[in-house]
């Protein structure tokens, strides 16, 4: 597949400057990751200074205002960064780029305010601060009003208490965009943005997560136990936060489409170059027909995986709505990815269990895509809503 060049270059939505940036980000990897990432994986995290080289190439503010060092792109463009960053076939690598730039530092570049901007953006695009998101919680995953962290006013200043779950760079992140309940009781949806800066006292992390995939991603619970921070460090209106996740959460989910796209046509091509090799019964596996069909089949529904991708992006810097379609790939890319690795695996045979394989690491961090970000059944019920 080669990373489906065809595919991407035949749609009317990419232009000269989208594939600039495909070949900057693939040259990067290539470079800057493929070579290092075995270790980050033994160290559970993507050494800081990787993420400044992807600031000082403009990698981390593709979508962001120019005065903070950002780019100004589109939807489309960011989808080409979560592609390519899935065919690093090192998804932890992937996702803590992209809860940086896609999941996280949107809330400040929707809802900050002149000052907030000005105080934490340009280190953002620069790398210099990690960002994080803070909105699930042991009991509240993708069930957003059963959220119990709070936020009150005391003095000049908000007090927040509660705990936030699988947080990713909640180990190793700076700045924090946390959702805490603000409204009366019983009032769902009266959520709240924050920004909470490492080191805040009363903020800390409880602890780091040992995972099943996406090892050289840190991921953390948190703690706010009488965490005071300034009134001003507010993230837009007060009790208008559960509008800014819902909105924010389209841009989430087609992000997380496009990376596991990007891992899935990775792992057809390391596939292919596998059994195009490897002699079984006095041929390779490629004779085997069963074998090649199911693999030009898995091809064939990547691609229109992909094309749905891009033809939601394409809508989505147009301003039109595209919830139910960013609710549709979720869940059939977090399905899709999943199906693709477990027979590429298999195909592989028995290297492709042993820890020293690329498809052995991606088979394990595929498996979060139908989870993370909106669980399948979730994405199936918002999408179900919308269809009477």
């Known amino acids: 597949?080669?990373?489906?060049?065809?595919?991407?270059?035949?749609?009317?939505?990419?232009?000269?400057?989208?594939?600039?940036?495909?070949?900057?980000?693939?040259?990067?990897?290539?470079?800057?990751?493929?070579?290092?990432?075995?270790?980050?994986?033994?160290?559970?995290?993507?050494?800081?200074?990787?993420?400044?080289?992807?600031?000082?190439?403009?990698?981390?503010?593709?979508?962001?205002?120019?005065?903070?060092?950002?780019?100004?792109?589109?939807?489309?463009?960011?989808?080409?960064l979560a592609e390519e960053l899935g065919r690093s076939t090192f998804g932890g690598f992937a996702v803590t780029v992209l809860v940086h730039t896609d999941m996280a530092a949107p809330h400040l570049h929707h809802a900050g305010n002149v000052e907030q901007k000005r105080r934490f953006m340009a280190d953002i695009v620069a790398g210099r601060k990690i960002a994080a998101v803070?909105?699930?919680?042991?009991?509240?995953?993708?069930d957003l009003a059963s959220m119990r962290t709070t936020a009150r006013r005391v003095g000049n200043q908000w007090e927040l208490n509660g705990a936030k779950m699988f947080i990713t760079n909640g180990v190793h992140g700076d700045i924090f965009f946390?959702?805490?309940?603000?409204?009366?009781?019983?009032?769902?949806?009266?959520?709240?943005?924050?920004i909470v800066e490492k080191g805040t006292p009363g903020f800390r992390v409880a602890r780091p997560l040992d995972?099943?995939?996406?090892?050289?991603?840190?991921?953390a619970e948190l703690v706010f136990e009488q965490c005071l921070i300034p009134q001003t460090n507010l993230l837009g209106d007060?009790?208008?936060?559960?509008?800014?996740?819902?909105?924010?959460?389209?841009?989430?989910?087609?992000v997380l489409a496009a990376q596991a796209m990007g891992e899935a046509s990775k792992a057809i091509e390391l596939t292919l170059d596998w059994v195009t090799q490897r002699?079984?019964?006095?041929?390779?596996?490629?004779?085997?027909?069963?074998?090649?069909?199911?693999?030009?089949?898995?091809?064939?529904?990547?691609?229109?995986?992909?094309?749905?991708?891009y033809n939601t992006a394409w809508r989505d810097a147009q301003k039109q709505v595209v919830v139910s379609e960013a609710s549709m790939l979720k869940a059939l890319c977090g399905e899709l990815v999943n199906e693709v690795m477990y027979d590429c695996l298999q195909f592989h045979g028995g290297i492709?269990?042993?820890?020293?394989?690329?498809?052995?690491?991606?088979?394990?961090d595929a498996r979060i895509q139908s989870i993370g970000g909106g669980a399948t059944e979730v994405m199936l019920d918002e999408i179900a809503k919308r269809m009477c």
């Open 211 to 219: 995972k099943h995939g996406w090892l050289c991603s840190d991921t």
């Open 352 to 364: 492709g269990y042993i820890r020293e394989s690329a498809i052995e690491r991606m088979a394990r």
């Open 1 to 80: 597949m080669n990373g489906s060049p065809a595919l991407h270059q035949s749609f009317p939505y990419f232009t000269a400057e989208h594939e600039m940036l495909r070949q900057t980000v693939r040259r990067f990897v290539a470079e800057r990751v493929s070579p290092f990432a075995d270790r980050w994986e033994h160290d559970g995290m993507v050494p800081r200074a990787v993420l400044q080289e992807m600031g000082a190439l403009g990698l981390l503010g593709i979508r962001f205002e120019a005065e903070y060092g950002g780019s100004e792109l589109d939807t489309l463009s960011t989808v080409v």
């Open 238 to 254: 007060e009790n208008k936060g559960f509008y800014a996740l819902v909105k924010n959460l389209q841009n989430e989910r087609i």
């Open 134 to 142: 803070a909105m699930t919680e042991p009991d509240a995953g993708s």
């Open 279 to 309: 002699k079984a019964f006095g041929a390779t596996l490629w004779d085997k027909q069963a074998l090649r069909h199911r693999l030009a089949m898995l091809a064939a529904r990547v691609a229109a995986a992909k094309a749905l991708i």
């Open 178 to 194: 946390v959702a805490a309940k603000t409204g009366e009781s019983g009032r769902n949806h009266q959520v709240s943005m924050f």
